[in-house]
């Protein structure tokens, strides 16, 4: 289960917002199962829950987003070969910045998505260079 943290509280986001909250009215005796209800059992068996996979796209934003935050601020020292720093940073204010747009913006319009889209092909791009 995915859980709150201060990158997402500053997006305004809860832990009621994240997938997988438990919430008794959600059921409505309609078969529902929320993650934390005892009855499911995915969470134990796989250590994760089946809630996250509904919008797995969004799950991988909410578990990206925060740690490319803290990376930035905690962990930024030094920059991939035949960068600069400057360079660097920039790059990393694109992920985050799509990162966020896509955790904000429900129908991104075309120029948000390409953020979206350009902090996604960044990402897998220096996916290697994202330690210290």
């Known amino acids: 289960m995915i859980k709150i943290n201060k990158y997402l509280e500053e997006l305004g986001l809860t832990q009621e917002d994240l997938p997988g ?15 934390n209800d005892p009855r499911n059992k995915d969470i134990p068996e796989y250590g994760f829950s089946s809630y996250e996979f509904f919008n797995l796209d969004h799950t991988f934003d909410l578990l990206i987003y925060p740690r490319l935050c803290y990376f930035r601020e905690y962990c930024n ?42 902090a996604r092909e960044y990402f897998a791009r220096y996916y290697h260079n994202l330690w210290y």
Do not use: H, R
Request: proline share 5%.
């Open 21 to 35: 909250y438990y919430n008794a009215e959600v059921d409505n005796n309609k078969g529902l199962k929320p993650c």
């Open 77 to 118: 020292f030094g920059c991939p070969g035949g960068m600069s720093q400057e360079q660097w940073d920039k790059i990393l204010n694109t992920m985050i910045e799509g990162f966020k747009l896509s955790l904000t913006v429900d129908y991104p319009k075309v120029k948000q998505q390409k953020k979206i889209d350009k």
